[in-house]
């Protein structure tokens, strides 16, 4: 592991227009796995709104933002004006040797207190699209996990390995969709999914 010990907790990206137009006037929040940090490069609260406004100016470019732009049907990366995003893991996973290992379990137990703390925030989103399967598995429990149900599967025939489950939230529901990390996965197939998930009804 690297020396890197800081546990400055993230602050998540809020679009100007994720609380007014959103996406099809829905509050979409965006989930990646975690931020890691190149050499010479310093942490800070608000690296997540950083990268995210360099996507949006064209100063940085990732590909995994890119990609999931694309499943939205937008062309340019004006789309992450409308949408909450942030990574599971409220810290960096650690340098670039650490880019691709999971978090660990005291960096999992952190992420979850400050998922629900996020998602809590009003106004609170109504659609969760987990783009991390590893994320995925760690979130809190469901209500229907709770319940001792299992997690609902998306469209088991065309999307296998999808689920999603919901979460009660001020009493708001908002529904949680666990999804591939762009790497590796089929455009179409993630595409699909994602427009799959916008036309679902949003819960009451």
């Not at 909450?84 to 996973?93: D, H, P, T, Y």
């Amino acid at each position: 592991m690297s020396n890197l010990t800081s546990v400055v907790q993230h602050e998540p990206w809020r679009g100007p227009k994720y609380r007014t137009a959103g996406i099809d006037g829905q509050r979409i929040c965006i989930v990646g796995y975690s931020h890691w940090l190149a050499e010479g490069e310093k942490d800070s609260r608000d690296l997540t709104k950083r990268v995210i406004s360099g996507m949006i100016d064209g100063s940085c470019d990732f590909k995994f933002f890119n990609q999931i732009r694309s499943y939205f049907g937008f062309e340019d990366n004006a789309f992450w004006n409308h949408v909450m995003f942030f990574n599971f893991l409220s810290e960096c996973v650690g340098g670039p040797n650490e880019r691709y290992m999971r978090g660990r379990p005291e960096q999992e137990k952190r992420a979850n207190e400050r998922f629900l703390r996020v998602i809590r925030q009003k106004p609170v989103p109504h659609k969760v699209l987990v783009f991390t399967t590893r994320g995925w598995s760690t979130l809190p429990p469901c209500r229907e996990e709770a319940d001792g149900q299992d997690l609902r599967a998306l469209n088991a025939e065309k999307f296998p390995g999808f689920s999603y489950g919901t979460y009660d939230v001020s009493g708001h529901i908002v529904t949680a969709f666990g999804l591939r990390h762009p790497q590796g996965a089929s455009r179409q197939l993630m595409r699909e999914a994602v427009q799959y998930v916008l036309k679902r009804k949003i819960p009451d």
